[in-house]
């Protein structure tokens, strides 16, 4: 920026100087003397001291004269400028001190010291049994945890945690395929009836051949298993695998993927178009299947697993697909082969 470059416009530069002068007093306004009324009822006291006296503003208004002092002097101070009587804490100059009992107060350092950093809520039988000996009142638990605070009872050291490591690579784009084995995996949350509802899914980008698996949590295993059940349904070779950055695809399902020499490409965070294949699929299984399934709301699992089979064989085998030009994935998959 140039020296003789005017600040206020490059600051704000739709505004013309007079316009900011003017909005900096508008604001000056709204935060000052006009919008505070402390500040009003202080000026109006003070007129009333200035015209009448002291002792009548004290009589007709009921405030300390110390009070009424220390507003004048900072009125006169300030060269009886209106913002001066705005105030600038409300704190009471007086506060309450919290009663405590020193011998309670070693109790809860020593503690603390010897096992680590105990809770106000496990504290509390400790302090109950030791006040009932020395016959004095015990404390809550809020005032044990506000004990500890204002004492600063901490004694060990916080622990750091690692910072996560960068997943590489990280896909920027969405990849380009013409060979089956390419196989993008993600996850699907469901509430039903109060209760949380995990599917694992994963579908090839090429062939458009689909799995979805229940688990009962989302977890590097359970995403492992769901993997380990789709190559057991797929009729080729899985070449790589694309998630998100999900823990579920960490641990042991990247441990297991190193021992079958499967490449893991890890896209970048907050990107799900670049997961597009497999995104589509979870909206297309959970408008087509498992928004009208009744075994989840009946939690008949046995039947829901054979619904979901049996949805699994006609998308793969009998639903035609706009992106294979209304073909099967299996009609698509004989075709790759001829």
């Not at 309450?96 to 096992?115: F, G, P, W, Y």
């Not at 506000?146 to 996560?164: A, E, L, S, T, V």
Request: proline share 5%; glycine share 4%.
């Amino acid at each position: 920026m140039p020296a003789d470059f005017h600040r206020v416009r490059y600051i704000l530069p739709k505004l013309g100087k007079r316009q900011y002068y003017a909005l900096m007093r508008s604001w000056a306004n709204l935060n000052g003397f006009e919008s505070n009324d402390i500040a009003r009822f202080r000026f109006t006291v003070l007129k009333h001291v200035y015209e009448y006296g002291w002792k009548a503003a004290v009589s007709a208004f009921s405030v300390k004269k110390s009070t009424l002092f220390d507003w004048k002097r900072q009125y006169e101070k300030s060269g009886k400028k209106l913002n001066s009587l705005v105030p600038k804490s409300t704190r009471p100059h007086c506060t309450r001190t919290m009663a405590t009992d020193v011998r309670l107060l070693e109790l809860i350092k020593s503690i603390r010291q010897e096992h680590g950093n105990v809770g106000k809520m496990k504290l509390k039988p400790f302090l109950d049994a030791y006040a009932a000996s020395l016959g004095i009142s015990t404390y809550g638990f809020d005032k044990i945890g506000r004990i500890i605070r204002r004492n600063h009872y901490y004694f060990d050291r916080p622990k750091r945690r690692k910072p996560r490591q960068l997943l590489q690579p990280r896909l920027k784009r969405t990849p380009r395929q013409s060979v089956p084995g390419y196989i993008e995996m993600d996850a699907i949350t469901l509430y039903v009836l109060n209760r949380k509802l995990y599917f694992v899914t994963a579908i090839d980008i090429v062939t458009k051949l689909a799995w979805c698996k229940l688990v009962p949590s989302l977890s590097s295993i359970q995403a492992k298993l769901a993997l380990e059940e789709f190559r057991a349904y797929c009729p080729y070779p899985i070449r790589e695998i694309q998630t998100d950055n999900g823990h579920e695809f960490l641990a042991e399902f990247e441990t297991y993927l190193q021992g079958q020499n499967i490449p893991h490409q890890f896209i970048y965070p907050r990107s799900p178009r670049i997961n597009g294949v497999v995104e589509r699929f979870n909206r297309t299984i959970q408008d087509e299947f498992l928004s009208r399934c009744d075994e989840l709301y009946t939690q008949d699992w046995d039947k829901f697993q054979t619904k979901l089979t049996r949805y699994l064989l006609w998308y793969n085998t009998q639903r035609p697909h706009y992106s294979l030009k209304y073909m099967t994935p299996a009609a698509y998959l004989q075709q790759l082969k001829t």
